[in-house]
């Protein structure tokens, strides 16, 4: 058959659309050049963006916070700034260094167990006898008196047997008695101090004895008098104690007959200051 027999319209539908295609192709292909365009602007954008932006390198490094430690009770430990001395602390630690090397000096000034003590000035000394033989001082001898005349009163005679002492005297007392008795040093120190180092040299210590009973004066059995069980019930009352109990730290036998005087600041001083 002939076209010219076909119907147009009918002639219109049976050509191929080639028209179509050839017209879409150009679309299509502005479309992918639209995104390619669009692609190249947005990496150059983006490589812009990397260049005005500084770099891991070039920034500076911050160190993470050290973890804080924590004590038993959560508490923050301090840092090892916080932990410098202050100047009140530093003066603290000189303090506690000084008393330390001072209990380390009291220490190696011991002798045969005995500890120094100053001489008390004879002028400064009052009476505590009749016969003004015995003395000490003014504040030890008031309160030694009051005591015997408390005794006196509870039927208990209490004898002053010896009081201060010079330098000179305790060495007559070492040295000499020593020498008689064939003892060495370290023998007579149990019961005796050497000169300079006797608690008698300070003018607030003595021995008692018991007027009643002599022939126990300077003895142990001093203690089994009726004026030492009153001492050691009422001698702290005075602000008299004992200075060498059994088994005292010093080593020196028990002498139930020294009493000692630490009724105010400076006798308190003497005695405690030259044990600590």
């Given at each position: 058959?002939d076209?010219?027999d076909?119907?147009?319209?009918i002639?219109?539908?049976?050509?191929?659309?080639?028209?179509?295609?050839v017209?879409?192709?150009?679309l299509?292909l502005?479309?992918?050049?639209?995104?390619?365009?669009?692609?190249?602007l947005?990496?150059?954008?983006?490589?812009?963006?990397?260049k005005?932006?500084?770099?891991?390198v070039?920034?500076?490094?911050t160190?993470?916070?050290s973890?804080?430690?924590?004590?038993?009770?959560?508490?923050?430990?301090?840092?090892?700034?916080?932990?410098?001395?202050?100047?009140?602390?530093?003066?603290?630690?000189?303090?506690?260094s000084?008393?330390?090397?001072?209990?380390?000096?009291?220490?190696?000034?011991?002798?045969?167990?005995?500890?120094?003590?100053?001489?008390?000035?004879?002028?400064?000394?009052?009476?505590?006898?009749?016969d003004?033989?015995?003395?000490?001082?003014p504040?030890?001898?008031?309160?030694?008196?009051?005591?015997?005349?408390a005794?006196?009163?509870?039927g208990?005679?209490?004898?002053?047997?010896?009081?201060?002492?010079?330098?000179?005297?305790?060495?007559?007392?070492f040295?000499?008695?020593k020498e008689?008795?064939?003892?060495?040093?370290?023998?007579?120190?149990e019961?005796?101090a050497?000169?300079?180092?006797?608690?008698?040299?300070?003018g607030?210590?003595?021995?008692i004895?018991?007027?009643?009973?002599?022939?126990?004066?300077v003895?142990?059995t001093?203690?089994?008098?009726?004026?030492?069980?009153?001492?050691?019930?009422?001698?702290?009352?005075?602000?008299?104690?004992?200075?060498?109990p059994?088994?005292?730290?010093?080593?020196?036998?028990?002498?139930?007959?020294?009493?000692?005087?630490?009724?105010d600041?400076d006798?308190?001083?003497?005695?405690?200051?030259?044990?600590?």
């Open positions: 058959m076209e010219i076909i119907p147009e319209a002639r219109e539908e049976s050509r191929p659309k080639q028209a179509n295609f017209l879409s192709l150009p299509i502005g479309v992918i050049t639209c995104l390619g365009l669009v692609g190249l947005s990496m150059f954008l983006i490589s812009l963006g990397n005005s932006t500084p770099t891991a070039n920034q500076p490094v160190k993470p916070a973890p804080t430690l924590k004590g038993k009770n959560n508490q923050q430990q301090p840092t090892p700034a916080a932990q410098n001395i202050s100047p009140k602390n530093k003066q603290t630690s000189l303090q506690n000084s008393k330390t090397g001072t209990t380390a000096k009291s220490s190696q000034e011991t002798l045969l167990g005995h500890l120094p003590y100053d001489v008390a000035p004879e002028s400064e000394l009052v009476p505590i006898t009749v003004d033989r015995l003395k000490l001082r504040a030890a001898a008031k309160k030694f008196q009051q005591m015997q005349a005794a006196k009163a509870d208990v005679n209490l004898a002053a047997i010896s009081a201060f002492r010079s330098t000179k005297d305790q060495e007559k007392l040295f000499k008695v008689q008795k064939a003892q060495n040093a370290t023998t007579r120190a019961v005796s050497p000169p300079g180092y006797s608690e008698h040299h300070t607030y210590a003595l021995d004895g018991d007027a009643n009973a002599p022939a126990t004066n003895e142990e001093f203690a089994n008098t009726a004026a030492f069980r009153w001492l050691k019930q009422n001698a702290l009352k005075y602000s008299f104690e004992l200075s060498f059994p088994n005292n730290p010093q080593g020196v036998n028990y002498e139930p007959w020294h009493w000692r005087f630490v009724g600041r006798s308190l001083e003497t005695f405690y200051k030259a044990r600590n």
